[in-house]
């Protein structure tokens, strides 16, 4: 059974810390490009941080420029988990995120998300 299951979303202060994880089942962890997604209500859904499934570039990994030196995506291949570390959080990074993947593209996710066909239920993240 294919599916992804998102954990660690909350509620907290503004410049607090919050760790999401993402624990994929039913797929070849190493060989799917890998991301995080966000949605706020009323806002248009944005790509977050990702990994390439790209051998060669299987640790690089890439962020939007709203999240650049705050959050860090990281991937454990052993417990087929992706987490996103979220540091210094402000209002504005409140939101649903979601943990998405697709087979061996090689793209690290920022503008090609679109073509993601796995995606988990979402966890919320509140910064008030």
């Known amino acids: 059974h294919v599916q992804l299951v998102e954990s660690g979303g909350g509620l907290v202060q503004p410049g607090e810390s919050l760790r999401l994880s993402c624990v994929a089942s039913?797929?070849?962890?190493?060989?799917?490009?890998m991301s995080w997604v966000r949605q706020a209500p009323g806002k248009e859904v944005e790509w977050v941080a990702g990994?390439?499934?790209?051998?060669?570039?299987?640790?690089?990994?890439s962020y939007a420029d709203s999240v650049k030196g705050r959050f860090t995506i990281s991937r454990d291949n052993a417990k087929d988990t992706l987490y996103l570390q979220m540091n210094s959080l402000k209002p504005d990074d409140s939101a649903m995120y979601y943990c998405?993947?697709?087979?061996?593209?090689?793209?690290?996710?920022?503008?090609?998300?679109?073509?993601?066909?796995?995606w988990g239920q979402g966890t919320q993240v509140t910064v008030s």
């Open positions: 998405a993947a697709v087979h061996g593209q090689y793209r690290n996710g920022c503008g090609t998300w679109t073509d993601y066909n796995l």
């Open positions: 990994f390439t499934s790209l051998p060669s570039l299987f640790r690089a990994a």
């Open positions: 039913g797929i070849t962890f190493t060989r799917h490009d």
